[in-house]
């Protein structure tokens, strides 16, 4: 069966810092993926998707970015943090035909 | 771009009562809308989705419905327990290629809390 990791589970920066989130997928092959931000008290939000190796596409202009190495590796980056990147990370994957499944994000404090 | 409404913003039931959360979408060609359960420090999980060529589906105790004319869904929780104390999101997207099913627009959120 499919399982999906991210890491940290949660991780305070100081505003300014670098910072690098890593999702990976096991049990499937050439998945979609995806990164979504979800606000306090608000909905998710679509920030990047990739549909394979070093094929990034952003949804939303921001300080971050996201890299994809390997086949099922995702990676969220940002040079240097601001306040406003605070919020709850999710990482998820879907396949051709079937829906999104979530990981169980990393919360991310700026302070 | 396709906006989601999600009503109530919280919801408070005893158990075995049923409970109903309602979502608008703005795009008429959305065709496919999924619902999320994410209980605390969770990712969400998929509970039931549905297409725009079905008007209902069920599953056990929960149950969507779908009025693609006034574009609007609803999730359906019966005899509800403890245990489906969670935050639910509605969710819209237009299937049209690989990455359709993960290019969604979500709802703001529904705490529901359910009372033994």
């Known amino acids: 069966s499919q399982t999906i990791h991210q890491w940290p589970a949660t991780l305070v920066q100081p505003v300014g810092s670098p910072l690098s989130l890593e999702c990976t997928v096991e049990?499937?092959?050439?998945?979609?993926l995806y990164w979504y931000r979800q606000a306090a008290g608000r909905g998710l939000q679509l920030l990047f998707y990739?549909?394979?190796?070093?094929?990034i596409s952003s949804e939303v202009p921001q300080n971050l970015s996201a890299s994809r190495p390997q086949d099922r590796q995702f990676i969220l980056s940002s040079k240097k943090l601001l306040l406003s990147d605070s919020g709850f990370y999710l990482c998820?994957?879907?396949?051709?035909?079937?829906?999104?499944?979530f990981g169980n994000g990393t919360r991310l404090t700026v302070t | 771009g396709e906006n989601v409404e999600q009503h109530p913003s919280t919801l408070s039931v005893q158990e075995g009562d049923s409970a109903v959360i309602k979502c608008t979408y703005s795009?008429?060609?959305?065709?496919?809308f999924p619902w999320y359960k994410q209980e605390l420090g969770k990712g969400p999980q998929l509970i039931i989705d549905?297409?725009?060529?079905?008007g209902e589906k069920k599953d056990q105790r929960i149950a969507v419905t779908l009025n693609k004319t006034a574009k609007h869904f609803s999730l359906h929780i019966t005899e509800t327990q403890p245990e489906d104390s969670a935050v639910y999101f509605c969710?819209?997207?237009?299937?049209?290629?690989?990455?359709?099913?993960?290019?969604?627009?979500f709802g703001q959120g529904t705490i529901l809390t359910v009372h033994p």
């Open positions: 998820a994957w879907s396949v051709q035909g079937s829906p999104l499944h």
């Open positions: 049990g499937t092959s050439n998945p979609n």
């Open positions: 990739s549909v394979g190796i070093g094929q």
């Open positions: 795009d008429s060609a959305s065709n496919y």
């Open positions: 549905i297409r725009s060529n079905v």
């Open positions: 969710a819209a997207s237009r299937l049209r290629g690989g990455t359709s099913y993960g290019k969604l627009t």
